[in-house]
């Protein structure tokens, strides 16, 4: 008899039930490595922001743009080995608190990245440290499903929500279908939302305009 | 002292610093205070045309500003030296990389000016570590007015699309 193994849902699992589900208007911000590859590859549009590198960056600069465009639902995809180089920011989302933030956390135990090393801690519960930090809508999830439950819901917050994903490792790198040039990924997003832009005055005093 | 110097010298330049940023539009500061940056941050957090975000550390203040001008809202980053220091990566990898326009407001701390002896390493480090990651700055000439230091900084981020520092005194920035 052959015992089947428990394996946890792919990263793919997770952003298919994502791109099927995502909410009107949203924008997508996704950590580096297969998380944004794997997103291009499977979901690339102009709302969509690569990060190229800067670990542990995603969150906190996602969280900015939820602030400056609070009328979008914001998504950010970051990873568990990210979020713990930058475990502050997690305090700062709940402190802050944008309901229209929502925090996706790949938790594959390993820095998929860069190889696949051990985390620090590989075993922490990420949605009760959400919780902990202020976000009190932490929840950890296990099944794609449930993460499509939770997108098409919808449901009406007070502040930023917290989906700890649990998720096998991929740590063969996907291609992204086209180049992820950080400076055309920044001002096609821009273009994309409408973002004001600077006008500037001959000797300064220039200032955004527009959006 | 002539007259224009001794009207220089009475202005009260953390003011100049705050009327300049609502003048030219900053929505949004993100910081991580310091002795001297603590007072002028309360001041913007009641401002009713700027969001005041604290940060835990200086990389993730930077990333949150990144984030708050990618969303279309002019941002500064009020910082100490010793934050310039340690947000290093996320400077070049991110903000440099995607070429944000941030302006930089910084005490320097560490001179021959500050009091605080335990500062001197950070003074000492942070002009050579600035020109090293090739971060645009500038240290504020205390003998002209603050107001268009600022601006002149601000308009360089944004027509260099870069970020760019101003290195502060005390007496530029603590309220």
């Avoid at chain 2, 100490?80 to 407001?105: E, H, I, K």
């Avoid at chain 2, 000016?113 to 205390?142: C, M, Q, S, W």
């Avoid at chain 2, 002209?144 to 760019?164: D, L, N």
Wanted: neutral net charge; proline residues 6%.
């Amino acid at each position: 008899m052959v015992s089947a193994a428990i394996t946890r849902p792919t990263r793919a699992d997770y952003y298919r039930a994502l791109a099927d589900n995502l909410p009107p208007q949203a924008l997508v911000v996704t950590s580096l490595g297969n998380a944004s590859y794997l997103w291009a590859k499977l979901h690339e549009a102009p709302e969509n922001f690569y990060f190229e590198d800067a670990m542990g960056l995603a969150l906190p600069l996602a969280l900015g743009l939820s602030i400056a465009q609070p009328s979008r639902p914001v998504i950010v995809v970051e990873g568990d080995g990210a979020l713990l180089m930058h475990m502050g920011a997690l305090v700062t989302v709940g402190a802050v608190n944008p309901a229209n933030l929502t925090v996706l956390i790949i938790q594959n135990g390993v820095h998929a990245a860069s190889g696949g090393q051990a985390l620090t801690n590989a075993g922490l519960d990420l949605a009760q440290l959400a919780r902990a930090s202020g976000i009190a809508s932490s929840e950890n999830i296990e099944k794609p499903q449930a993460l499509a439950d939770k997108l098409r819901a919808g449901t009406a917050r007070n502040g930023a929500e917290c989906l700890v994903l649990a998720t096998e490792p991929d740590l063969d790198v996907v291609r992204p279908p086209v180049a992820l040039n950080p400076v055309v990924t920044k001002q096609r997003f821009q273009t994309a939302i409408g973002a004001p832009r600077y006008v500037h005055a001959l000797f300064g005093g220039g200032k955004l305009e527009g959006g | 002292m002539s007259g224009v110097l001794a009207t220089q010298a009475d202005a009260h330049r953390p003011s100049d610093v705050l009327n300049t940023l609502k003048r030219l539009g900053f929505g949004a500061v993100v910081s991580v205070p310091d002795g001297w940056l603590g007072k002028i941050l309360v001041r913007i957090e009641h401002e009713p045309t700027m969001r005041l975000v604290r940060a835990t550390h200086e990389e993730e203040a930077l990333a949150i500003a990144c984030g708050i001008r990618l969303g279309g809202i002019r941002t500064a980053l009020l910082v100490q030296n010793a934050g310039v220091l340690s947000m290093g990566a996320g400077m070049v990898s991110l903000a440099q990389r995607y070429q944000f326009p941030l302006l930089m407001l910084v005490s320097y701390r560490g001179t021959p000016d500050d009091p605080v002896f335990y500062h001197v390493p950070k003074g000492r480090a942070t002009e050579p570590v600035l020109r090293g990651i090739g971060l645009n700055y500038t240290v504020v000439d205390r003998h002209r007015p603050i107001g268009p230091q600022v601006e002149h900084a601000a308009t360089y981020a944004e027509e260099a699309s870069c970020p760019f520092a101003l290195l502060l005194s005390r007496e530029d920035i603590q309220w």
